[in-house]
C-alpha cells in the first residue's frame, strides 16, 4: 500500500525529530512523522533535562554554539510549546554547582573561561560551600546560574500535541526499513506501507546509523547507554543541579530526584544493572546526604547518539539529494534541539541559517 505524498518525512520522532517537524510545518510544509514504537520514549525521554553543556571547557566551538544558542532560546521554546497546549515542560532556572573532585578537578581559570562564553560562572571554596549549599558534601565547586532544567518527558508530550493541532501527522509502530530514490522521490518502506516525499530528514539517534548504512553510507554516530535511577525526595530539599563528574542529581517541582548516569558501549543494548545502580546511588548519598532516606522510585536506561567530540551532524546528506540528517548529539540533544530545529528548517528551505552550519557537515563517504 502506498501513503500519499508528503512534502518532508520525518523518520523518528525524539525531541530532535519532534522540533524539527514543529519548524518545517510553521513554515509552512506538508510534514509527515514516522515512528518505529511510541513517540519520545528513546533518549530524549531518559534523558536528564539538564540544558547545559556540563564541562564547556572540554569542547569545541562548534559544540559550545550550539548549547548557548539552546539554552538561550529555551524560555520562548517552552513558552511557545505551553501557550499553545497548556502542557508545562516545566523549565526551571535552577542553577547548577560543578563539584571539584580529584576524578574531575574543575579548571583554576574556569570563571575567566565562561565569562567569554557570556557566562557568570563563580568559584567557590569549601568553607563557602557549607554557607551556601549545606544540603551538599562538596569540596570547593563553582556555580553557573545560566543553566536551566526542564522535565523532558512532559517538554516531548508537549511538543508531540503541537505539532499534532499545527498538522503534522504521526504514525507510530512504523519502523523504517528501506528508503530508495526514484525520479526525484523518496519512497520510505514500513513493514506496512510506502511513503512518498521529496525530502527526508533522518532523526532515528544512535539507530541513523544503520539507516544511512544500507544506503552505503558510513558515519560515526555511535550508540553509548546511560542508565539513570529515580528517588523521591522532599520538594525543594535540592534547589540546584549538582553535577560531579559524569554523575548528577536533579530534582524536579514535585521533589523527584534523578540520578544520572552511566557511560557504556554496549551496543544497541538498552537494560539496568545492579552495578550501575549501585554506583548512582553511592554517588547520591555521597554529595547529597539526605539521598539515604530516599525511596528509590524507577531505574531505566536509554541510548545516546554518541559522535566525533560530540559534535551532532545536521544537515544534508551529500550524494543524496533531499536526504537531511540530524543525529549524533550525544548528552546534549535536549539542549541543543530548538537550535538544531532551527537550522534545519534554514538549510532545508534554503534560508539564511542561524549560525554557521559547516562544522555539523556530514563528511562525503569514502568511495568503495
Ligand atoms: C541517560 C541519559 C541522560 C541524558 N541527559 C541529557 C541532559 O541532561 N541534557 C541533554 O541535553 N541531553 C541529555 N541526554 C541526551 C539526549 O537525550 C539525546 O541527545 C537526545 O534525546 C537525542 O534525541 P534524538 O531525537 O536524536 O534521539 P531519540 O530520542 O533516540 O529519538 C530517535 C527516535 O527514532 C526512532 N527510530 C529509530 N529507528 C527508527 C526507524 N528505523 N524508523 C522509525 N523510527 C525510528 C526511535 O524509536 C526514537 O524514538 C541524555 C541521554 C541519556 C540516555
Not at 569542547?59 to 511557545?80: H, I, S, W
Not at 534554514?346 to 569514502?366: G, K, N
Request: charged residues 15%.
Amino acid at each position: 500500500m502506498t501513503h500519499a505524498s508528503s512534502e518532508i518525512l520525518v523518520i523518528g520522532a525524539g525531541v530532535i525529530g519532534l522540533s524539527a517537524a514543529l519548524r518545517l510545518r510553521q513554515a509552512g510544509l506538508r510534514v509527515t512523522v514516522l515512528e518505529r514504537g511510541s513517540v519520545g520514549r528513546e533518549a530524549s525521554w531518559a534523558g536528564g533535562g539538564i540544558l547545559s553543556p556540563l564541562h564547556p571547557w572540554r569542547y569545541r566551538p562548534a559544540l559550545l554554539q550550539l548549547a548557548t544558542a539552546g539554552m538561550q532560546q529555551y524560555p520562548n521554546f517552552v513558552a511557545e510549546i505551553q501557550a499553545a497546549t497548556g502542557i508545562d515542560p516545566e523549565w526551571l532556572a535552577s542553577g547548577m554547582w560543578v563539584l571539584n573532585s580529584p576524578e574531575a578537578p574543575l579548571p583554576a581559570d574556569a570563571p575567566a573561561w565562561g565569562a567569554d562564553w557570556g557566562w557568570q560562572w563563580q568559584q567557590f571554596s569549601a568553607a563557602e560551600m557549607r554557607a551556601r549549599a549545606p544540603f551538599l558534601h562538596a569540596d570547593s565547586a563553582l556555580f553557573c546560574p545560566e543553566v536551566a532544567q526542564v522535565r523532558n518527558p512532559r517538554l516531548l508530550a508537549g511538543l508531540r500535541a503541537y505539532v499534532e493541532q499545527l498538522g503534522v501527522a504521526i504514525h507510530e509502530h512504523q519502523e523504517v526499513e528501506a528508503l530508495a530514490r526514484q525520479s526525484h522521490v523518496w519512497k520510505v518502506s514500513t513493514h506496512s506501507a510506502v511513503w512518498e516525499s521529496e525530502r527526508v530528514l533522518l532523526s532515528a539517534g544512535p539507530w541513523s546509523k544503520t539507516i544511512l548504512e544500507r544506503q552505503g553510507i558510513s558515519t560515526s554516530i555511535t550508540p553509548v547507554r546511560g542508565q539513570m535511577a529515580l528517588l523521591q525526595g522532599e520538594p525543594g530539599a535540592l534547589p540546584q543541579i549538582v553535577l560531579e563528574g559524569s554523575h548528577y542529581l536533579v530534582q524536579r517541582k514535585d521533589g523527584q530526584i534523578l540520578v544520572g548516569s552511566t557511560s557504556e558501549d554496549v551496543g544497541f543494548c538498552k537494560g539496568n544493572t545492579e552495578e550501575a545502580l549501585a554506583e548512582l546511588r553511592a554517588f547520591a548519598e555521597r554529595v547529597f546526604p539526605a539521598a539515604r532516606a530516599a525511596d528509590l522510585l524507577q531505574q531505566w536506561s536509554g541510548l545516546r547518539p554518541g559522535s566525533p567530540d560530540n559534535i551532532p551532524y545536521i544537515g544534508a546528506v551529500p550524494e543524496h539529494p533531499g536526504l537531511y540528517l540530524a543525529a549524533g548529539h550525544f548528552r546534549y540533544g535536549l539542549t541543543t534541539a530548538p537550535i538544531t530545529a532551527e537550522l534545519l528548517r534554514a538549510l532545508i528551505l534554503e534560508q539564511e541559517p542561524p549560525l554557521d552550519p559547516t562544522p555539523y557537515r556530514l563528511p562525503l563517504s569514502p568511495k568503495a
